[in-house]
Every structure is written in structure tokens, then in C-alpha cells.
């Protein structure tokens, strides 16, 4: 891959492509013809082999792994001219700006910075149809497997009245649903006379990786589908994961998401694509992989990025998660119960402004997979902007103004990111003694 997606997203899943055993990048491509603007034939296949992951080429399963997946591009000027045609110019001015701050050679980022800017455009993608879709006929669903619907709630019975609703309208029927309750106090009679298989399991602590790990390890199903207690689906919401599963080939299908408030996770186009987030609230696992990468890492417990950090590490299990936009939800992000009454918004916003920042589960995850350097350039790119609150995250005219409203909050923002830096590193050293006894 190219060595400045490092400052733009320094935590994207396949910039570790190369310590992942399975196929990523199509092998299919010839390095004979050179793109314009490239120096370097081996960036005018990597940009194209970008250009297919990101339109939606899937390697099959059985295709042997591509050799450049190894290869990273170094080059200055290459690495520009791939900034100006994948993301936008301000993002290429960040990079710019960034360079010169790590003490880069000036005259050489000055060049190659107007160069980029001045003489390259940016790529339009044309994002793949899988045109075979509608007409496959999934073996996988006639065979009618066993699936565990994996729920926990926290004081949202509202909510939760909604969710199994659309469950019980679901086309697909043979499923459980084993719900996690830490509610105080547990309302037994809400779970009467629903027509559906529910397992119930009362949790005293308030903990939701070990809420999903224990249901996990109870589930009977072949296949395990993590669902959130404020989400609404369709009908065919399960039989399309499923589907999924058996058209790919794969071991994951990770449903897209709309959330209500403050943007989603995922694509809402009508396309497939090899996934580079994974979502507890939408995807179904088959359970081998939690046998064979183990289960959620309870260092996030009451915190953030636990199921960013499981994907990661299926994906360098050798797992491939297909993003799959028909098995769609819509997330309700409500403000009461979840995560929310454990003290945060997301990864990056805190109830509270002299909190850490981020939560410090985030700092852990890129710490311990991408290094004290990329914590850095997440920090510097995210943090200024989560000073924004949330409900205006995806408003870019709201960003623009909460950016020149930041220097304000530059005292706070030092101390929150070194508490969080301080206890991230409580966390490696807790995880490196955990890998040790194992």
C-alpha cells in the first residue's frame, strides 16, 4: 500500500495487508502498462488494485495471495499523486502541512505538494454491481442452519420491544435470541409471550464484552449474529446475512448501518465490498472464528473500538468480511442506556470535558496494531474536531467552525489526551502480561 494513507487513516484495517494471510488485492493486473503522473510501475498497480478494493472487487476465496501485498510505496511524489486521486484537497493539504512538520525535506514536499495539487484529478469511482445477486440460490439457507441472535440491553426495554418485534417478523425462523440483561431492575415479565426462542441471561454487571462472550460461549447455533438492543431491520434481514455468507464464501458478513444520529457505519450504496469496519450491532460470524481468534478482549470493557479490535484480528486470522448492504439496519443511537450510560458518545467525545480523550480503548487498539507513531497522526487528525458534538459529526460546515473554536480548547485537550496515553499504556502492559501467561 502506499505509505501515506498512514496520515489520512491511520487505523484503516488493510493498511496491515500485508500481515494478512488471506487474498485482499485481485492478482489479475500486469505492471506493463504505467499510469499518468506515477514514477514508479509497481504504484500505477497498487493504485489499481486500490481502485478495484475500493469499488468493490472481492477475491475468491480460493485465489492465492497477491505478492504485493507485501509492498509498500515509499516514494514521495507517487505517494501524492495517490492523495490527490483518492481523497480531496484538503486532506492532500493536511498531508502537506504534516510532512513539514515531521521535518520532511521542504523543497522536495514543496514540489511534489503543487505538482499533485495543480496537475492531478481526482478518481471518480464506479463502484461494482454484483448483477448475480438477486438470482443465486443460497444452498447455505436451504439447509436451514441453527443461528444464535446475540442481544444485550441496558435499560432499554422501549427499544427493545421494537427489536423483537422485527425478529419475530424475520422470513428466516430458525433462530434463538439470547439476551444479556444488566437492567436494574430486570423486568422477567417484559419477556412473556413473544414467538420467539429467548434464552434470557441476567447479568449483574454492567459489562457488554462480557455480556457477548458469555452468550457466545452458551449459543448453540453454527452461526452467531451480534445485533444491538436500538436497532431496527427488515424482514429478510437474516437470510440475506446468510446469503451473504454462502455467495462469498466468507466467515463474516457485516451489515451496514444508518444511524439516526450523527452518520453511520459503513456504505449505504447497493454494493458488496471487502469490509474495513466491523460493527457488534450488525454481522454475523460464523462461530469457528471465535474458536479460532478467541473472543472479545475485555480490556474495552465500558469503553470503545472492542468489536473494531475483534475484526482486525479476524482479518489477520485469515477471516474475510464482505460488507453487506442488504442485511442494512437502522440504529436508533439512543441517549439513555448502552454505552451512553457508561459516560461516552463514541470513541472520540466523553460526557464529560475533562475526560480522557479519546476513550482510551482506542488508543490501546491502534497502539498495540499500528504503532505510538500512527496513535499520533489519529490524534492529531481527529482530536480537534471531536470538540464538535456529535449530532453535527458528519456536518462539514459545522466542522469547519468547531476547528477554528479549537486553540480554545487546547489546554483541556493536552491533558485529556495524556490521561488517555497513560492509561492505554496500562493496557499494553496488562495485554502483554495476558500474552505471556497464554
Request: charged letters at 20%.
Amino acid at each position: 500500500m502506499f505509505e501515506f494513507i498512514k496520515y489520512i487513516q491511520p487505523t484503516n484495517y488493510y493498511r496491515l495487508v500485508s500481515s494478512m494471510p488471506q487474498s485482499i488485492l485481485l492478482d489479475t493486473i500486469s505492471n506493463n502498462e504505467l499510469l499518468l503522473h506515477y514514477k514508479d510501475a509497481d504504484s500505477s498497480v497498487i493504485d489499481r488494485l486500490y481502485y478495484l478494493l475500493q469499488s468493490g472487487e472481492i477475491p475468491v476465496a480460493s485465489q492465492s495471495r497477491n505478492a504485493l501485498q507485501d509492498k509498500t510505496i515509499y516514494n514521495t511524489h507517487d505517494n501524492y499523486v495517490f492523495i490527490r486521486r483518492y481523497f480531496s484537497l484538503s486532506q492532500l493539504i493536511y498531508v502537506f502541512f504534516l510532512r513539514l512538520m515531521c521535518l520532511k525535506n521542504p523543497v522536495l514536499e514543496f514540489w511534489c505538494f503543487f505538482y499533485s495539487m495543480l496537475r492531478v484529478k481526482r478518481v471518480k469511482l464506479v463502484r461494482k454491481a454484483c448483477a448475480d445477486w438477486n438470482s443465486f440460490q443460497s444452498q447455505l439457507l436451504q439447509q436451514n442452519p441453527f443461528v444464535s441472535v446475540i442481544i444485550p440491553t441496558l435499560n432499554r426495554y422501549t427499544y427493545l420491544k421494537d427489536v423483537l418485534s422485527d425478529l419475530e417478523n424475520q422470513n428466516f425462523k430458525n433462530f434463538e435470541v439470547i439476551i444479556v440483561d444488566q437492567s436494574e431492575p430486570v423486568d422477567f415479565d417484559f419477556y412473556n409471550n413473544w414467538n420467539l426462542n429467548i434464552r434470557l441471561v441476567q447479568q449483574q454487571e454492567k459489562a457488554l464484552w462480557l455480556a457477548r462472550n458469555s452468550a457466545i460461549e452458551i449459543s448453540c447455533g453454527e452461526y452467531i449474529l451480534l445485533f444491538d438492543d436500538d436497532s431496527r431491520v427488515e424482514k429478510d434481514w437474516i437470510s440475506n446475512h446468510l446469503k451473504c455468507l454462502d455467495f462469498f464464501r466468507c466467515q463474516i458478513s457485516a451489515g451496514t448501518t444508518q444511524t439516526i444520529v450523527g452518520g453511520g457505519l459503513g456504505s449505504k450504496d447497493k454494493y458488496f465490498h471487502l469490509s474495513d469496519v466491523f460493527d457488534t450491532g450488525n454481522a454475523l460470524v460464523h462461530k469457528s472464528v471465535f474458536t479460532n481468534v478467541g473472543l472479545f478482549d475485555r480490556q474495552f470493557e465500558k469503553e470503545r473500538m472492542g468489536d473494531a479490535e475483534f475484526g482486525l484480528r479476524a482479518l489477520l486470522g485469515g477471516c474475510s468480511i464482505i460488507a453487506n448492504p442488504y442485511s442494512n439496519r437502522i440504529h436508533l443511537k439512543v441517549e439513555t442506556g448502552g454505552l451512553r450510560q457508561m459516560g461516552s458518545w463514541d470513541a472520540l467525545r466523553p460526557k464529560s470535558l475533562f475526560s480522557p480523550r479519546p476513550i482510551p480503548s482506542v488508543l490501546y487498539l491502534i497502539r498495540k496494531y499500528f504503532g505510538n507513531k500512527e496513535a499520533v497522526f489519529y490524534l492529531l487528525k481527529n482530536i480537534p474536531q471531536s470538540y464538535m458534538p456529535y449530532k453535527f459529526k458528519k456536518n462539514k460546515y459545522m466542522r469547519l467552525t468547531y476547528l477554528l473554536i479549537f486553540p480554545l480548547f487546547i489546554p483541556i485537550a493536552i491533558i485529556a489526551v495524556w490521561k488517555s496515553w497513560r492509561s492505554a499504556s496500562q493496557k499494553l502492559h496488562v495485554g502483554s502480561l495476558i500474552s505471556k501467561l497464554n
